[in-house]
């Protein structure tokens, strides 16, 4: 089965950049999305398509792609982007459809 | 603006039957993907089921042969009917709408979910 990896957390302070990475086979190959997810909350889409966001989603979030490695951008980083990350592939080369990464836990110091 | 609303977790026996609804409002129901996506206490996301637009149904590895996911569209419902139930199954369970009308592999719109807890 496909399996997307995310380091399980990143630290980062008050309005610097945060990175968080999603590797995986051939992503080069497929959409990639990214979700934020609040304690207590569903997720939410901040990046889809690689890197388009949808309304309403600041331009501090931004999306991209090398190799096989894809990563999500939040720059200027605030105390509410404290969340976790998961990344998202769409795979119909298997059973399984839709899979997503292992989470990132982003903490603001 | 889109609205996903679940019901119907709560405790069940291991082995035993339990069935998800989720009532949708504000966008064709009819007209794009639903899904499944379940996340167990304290874990990531797993990806559970979707029929997409023209009735097609799709399961992961774990839940296929026990879970069947169904929709009424004029009452603009999606079901999960689950069986067999394990442990495993616990979690909270999100009802979640695929982006465009044509699968391209994007969920832009999730329910708050319902939890399900199975236990032996």
Not at chain 1, 3 to 23: E, F
Not at chain 2, 69 to 94: E, H
Request: hydrophobic share 35%; with cysteine; net charge neutral.
């Amino acid at each position: 089965s496909y399996v997307l990896t995310q380091p399980p957390s990143v630290s980062v302070a008050p309005g610097q950049t945060a990175r968080i990475t999603c590797g995986g086979d051939n992503i080069g190959g497929k959409i990639v999305q990214w979700y934020q997810q609040k304690p207590g909350q569903a997720p939410v889409l901040v990046v889809y398509d690689d890197s388009d966001r949808p309304s309403g989603i600041p331009e501090r979030f931004s999306g991209s792609k090398s190799g096989n490695t894809a990563t999500l951008t939040i720059s200027r980083v605030d105390a509410g982007d404290e969340a976790d990350y998961y990344c998202q592939v769409w795979d119909n080369s298997t059973d399984i459809l839709y899979v997503f990464g292992t989470g990132t836990k982003v903490t603001v110091l | 603006q889109v609205r996903l609303v679940e019901s119907g977790g709560g405790v069940v026996q291991s082995g035993r039957s339990l069935r998800l609804s989720c009532v949708a409002s504000g966008f064709m129901f009819g007209s794009y993907g639903m899904h499944w996506v379940r996340q167990a206490p304290g874990k990531g996301l797993e990806w559970v089921a979707l029929i997409s637009y023209d009735g097609n149904q799709y399961y992961s590895e774990s839940v296929k042969g026990r879970f069947a996911i169904s929709r009424d569209v004029p009452k603009k419902m999606l079901y999960l009917q689950m069986n067999s139930l394990k442990d495993d199954d616990t979690a909270v369970y999100y009802c979640a709408k695929d982006r465009n009308t044509v699968v391209r592999g994007i969920i832009s719109d999730w329910g708050q979910g319902t939890l399900v807890t199975a236990s032996s």
